[in-house]
């Protein structure tokens, strides 16, 4: 076994988020941060969301991938998006440019970091921590950890380090032709917004420079909301850099019927 600063020195700053996809309904989020400050009062909780589609372990994975730079280094990001709550898999841990990542194996890591990066198994056992339920493991293991880990105690982690479960797959934009990208819905926000897997770079990321066809409509690019009336649909590039497909104080998903994974052709338009 290994105390495993695993990859380098571990600095922490004492901020611990938390993903999950336990709602707000019930107490189990607050449990679990009751947990963090019995171990370290101090430390700096913060909700990235909870409201990820139950064991939608690729939206998990999405909003982290896409939230966790905007955290200062020594940050402690914690996902608990578990299917797999109180079966075999194993609670992997990860350093990477100088922040902690600590979920579930069920690819969701693998998805968030680059291949190059180390995860490492938990050895439970060495850090003296027994699930008390075998449903619960937010509280009864991710706390617990993130707490140790936000004071600047590593976890005792196996020594070799792991390849983990493949990873959650966030489909690639297919270029059929010179201007047109077929790609699909990854991610639809509590607005309806529609967030598709297109990501235009340099002198194409302009929403106004493409046309979106989807559900049987020819959707137009604008720069934003407030450029079309209300209940219309538009094209735009959201706050991630993604064509995102909305409808101006309204629900696109609604409106078009359609979910994650539905298809979606971007056409550049001719300039």
């Not at 939230?67 to 898999?89: I, T």
């Not at 938990?122 to 293991?141: I, K, M, Q, W, Y």
Request: glycine letters at 10%.
């Amino acid at each position: 076994m290994e105390s495993a600063r695993a990859a380098s020195q571990w600095a922490p700053c004492g901020v611990v988020t938390l993903t999950t996809d336990f709602g707000l309904a019930d107490p189990y989020v607050g449990i679990m941060k009751g947990v963090v400050l019995n171990e370290n009062a101090q430390a700096s909780l913060v909700d990235l969301t909870h409201e990820v589609a139950p064991q939608d372990v690729r939206s998990a994975a999405w909003y982290l991938s896409k939230s966790w730079r905007w955290f200062p280094p020594g940050s402690v990001h914690v996902a608990v998006v578990d299917p797999g709550v109180g079966g075999a898999r194993e609670i992997l841990v990860a350093e990477f440019e100088g922040h902690a990542f600590l979920a579930p194996d069920n690819g969701l890591l693998g998805a968030v970091l680059p291949a190059h990066a180390k995860l490492w198994a938990v050895d439970l056992e060495a850090a003296g921590l027994r699930p008390l339920s075998h449903t619960f493991h937010g509280r009864d293991l991710f706390a617990p950890l993130a707490a140790r880990m936000s004071r600047g105690t590593w976890p005792v982690v196996f020594s070799q380090a792991q390849q983990g479960v493949a990873p959650i797959d966030f489909p690639q934009p297919l270029r059929r032709a010179e201007g047109v990208v077929e790609t699909e819905v990854l991610v639809v926000d509590r607005y309806g917004n529609l967030i598709s897997g297109f990501c235009p770079e340099g002198d194409e990321a302009d929403a106004r420079l493409w046309d979106v066809e989807m559900a049987g409509k020819v959707i137009s690019g604008c720069k934003t909301y407030g450029e079309v009336d209300t209940g219309e649909l538009l094209t735009l590039l959201d706050s991630y850099g993604h064509l995102e497909i909305a409808q101006r104080e309204g629900s696109a998903a609604q409106a078009l019927g359609v979910g994650v994974g539905a298809p979606l052709i971007a056409r550049r338009k001719n300039t």
